[in-house]
C-alpha cells in the first residue's frame, strides 16, 4: 500500500538534494525563461520598480529583472539556489511577502504545489500595490498525451500520465484554473498557453526524464512502480520515436485594482 502523504506538504521536490534539484531547475529555466521574458516586457517592467519573484528557484527571473533596473524581492520556501541583495524564505500561504508592496508580483511553478490555492492567489494579489503587476504560469497536464496510440512505448506513458493526474503532491490540472481565480482578481487580465510536441532526448524530454529520475526514490517508497516499469517509463523519454503533446503552460497576467 502506498504511504500516506504528510499533511500540508505537496513539493515532493523539496525532499530533492541540491545536485539534484539544481540541474533540473536549470532544464526548466531552459524551457521556460524565453516566453516568461517576452510577457513580463509587456508589463513595461525596469528602472525604479519594485518587484517579488515568489517561488524564485534558480533565480533566472530575479536576475533578469534586476538586469532591467528593478529592485527584487527573491522569495521562496526553500532559498537554497537563491542570492542577491533580498532573499527571503517565505511561504505565500502564510501571508504576503509584503502587503500592497510591489509593482509586479511574479510566480512560475508555484501554484500547482501549494496546499491552499485560493489563499495563495490571494496573498499573490495582495503583495502588489492597487495598479501593480501580478503574473503566475502553471501547468496543466490534460494536454499530455502520446502522438501515436499504438507505440510500443505508448501504454506505459499512459500509465505514467494516469498516475500523475491522480497523485496528491500536486495539482496537475492547475492551470486551467488560474484564468478563472487569479482573472477575477484582477483588471486587464491577458492570459497565454504553450505547450510542444515532445521528442525523446530532446531538451523537454530530458528535462522530465531527469525529474522522474531524481523523483525515482519517493515514487518507489509510496509504491507507484515497480522498477523495471519505472525503466520502461524512463526509456521514453530517451527514444527519439517516441512523441508526446507535452503539458500546457498557462500564463495569466494583470493589474490589481485600484482602491
Known sequence: MASAEPPGVRYAMSEIGEEGEGPRLAMLEAILDEPTFDRLKQTGVGRGWRCADVGAGRGSVSKWLRNRGAEVVSA??????????????????????????????????????VADFDGAVDNLVASARPGGWVMAAEPDYGTMVECEPD?????????????????????????????????????????????????????????????????????????????????ELLACFDDPTFRYIDCLWVAVWGKRPEG
Open 151 to 231: 507505440h510500443p512505448r505508448a501504454e506505459v506513458f499512459r500509465r505514467f500520465r494516469e498516475r500523475s493526474a491522480a497523485g496528491t503532491r500536486m495539482d496537475a490540472f492547475v492551470g486551467r484554473r488560474i484564468h478563472e481565480v487569479l482573472g477575477a482578481r484582477l483588471d486587464d487580465v491577458s492570459s497565454e498557453g504553450l505547450t510542444d510536441i515532445v521528442s525523446g532526448g530532446s531538451l523537454r524530454a530530458r528535462y522530465r526524464r531527469f525529474t522522474m529520475e531524481v523523483a525515482r526514490p519517493l515514487s518507489a517508497r509510496r509504491d507507484d512502480y515497480d522498477e523495471a516499469e519505472y525503466d
Open 76 to 113: 521562496d520556501i526553500m532559498p537554497r539556489f537563491l542570492s542577491g541583495p533580498d532573499v527571503r524564505t517565505h511561504d505565500i500561504c502564510d501571508g504576503p511577502v509584503e502587503d500592497s508592496a510591489f509593482d509586479l508580483v511574479h510566480c512560475r511553478a508555484l501554484l500547482a504545489h
